[in-house]
């Protein structure tokens, strides 16, 4: 069964403040791993589709990292408005076009 | 932007009485998919659709069913609905066979209160 796990729950940073949320997963075979973006009240939003161990994807202050285990979305020096939750969702290799989605991140950022 | 539309955007609705969602695309995506998030729980897949009238269960389909007669529409119903059906739901469509993508594009979602 694929799994996915993102820690932590919740991260409150101050602006400016640096961190990574982790994402690690297990499937029988990866075919991409998705990071979303999603404000209260709204649907998740896209940002970025890794597909092989040492990928790197970039959008402003993200930066988001893949390697066998696990993938971490880096948020540099970050603002009130990066404040959302943050999913990752992964694509197997046994699967058909489904993804398999964390729990979530929760961010906030206080000025 | 992905053209998708959710109705209604909310409901009330009562123990036993069925109630039917729809998500409607404008762009003739073949992929379609119907999620609710839960506290908890985060989104999980109830069913979806590869086509007209080709479609598939997900994780947690027990209670519901869906239908696609139109490349456009994408129904979910609660046949008899339960205050463990009350959440958020979302749509989504995915340009799988369209592109070599396979990133899901989701709708805004409607709220669903079972009292």
């Known amino acids: 069964e694929d799994q996915v796990t993102q820690s932590p729950e919740a991260l409150r940073l101050q602006e400016g403040e640096s961190s990574s949320l982790n994402c690690s997963y297990t499937?029988?075979?990866?075919?991409?791993l998705f990071w979303y973006r999603q404000d209260p009240g709204k649907g998740p939003e896209f940002l970025f589709t890794?597909?092989?161990a040492g990928e790197e994807k970039e959008k402003e202050r993200l930066k988001a990292t893949l390697t066998k285990k696990e993938s971490f979305l880096h948020i540099t020096a970050p603002k009130p408005e990066d404040s959302a939750t943050y999913l990752c969702?992964?694509?197997?290799?046994?699967?058909?076009?489904?993804?398999?989605f964390g729990k979530g991140t929760m961010l906030l950022v206080s000025p | 932007d992905a053209g998708i539309t959710q109705s209604p955007r909310h409901k009330v609705t009562e123990t036993g009485t069925p109630v039917t969602l729809r998500c409607h695309q404008t762009?003739?995506?073949?992929?379609m998919y119907w999620y609710r998030q839960d506290p908890g729980h985060g989104l999980r897949l109830i069913h979806y659709?590869?086509?007209?009238?080709?479609?598939d269960k997900g994780e947690v389909s027990d209670g519901y069913s869906v239908s696609r007669s139109k490349t456009e529409d994408f129904l979910l119903t609660l046949e008899s609905a339960t205050s463990s059906q009350t959440s958020v739901y979302f749509c989504?469509?995915?340009?799988?066979?369209?592109?070599?993508?396979?990133?899901?594009?989701f709708g805004p979602g409607t709220r669903l209160t079972v009292t």
């Open positions: 969702a992964v694509r197997a290799h046994s699967g058909y076009s489904t993804l398999t």
């Open positions: 762009e003739n995506h073949r992929y």
């Open positions: 659709s590869y086509g007209v009238k080709d479609t």
């Open positions: 890794l597909y092989s």
């Open positions: 499937v029988s075979g990866l075919r991409g």
């Open positions: 989504a469509i995915s340009l799988w066979g369209q592109s070599s993508s396979y990133e899901q594009y």
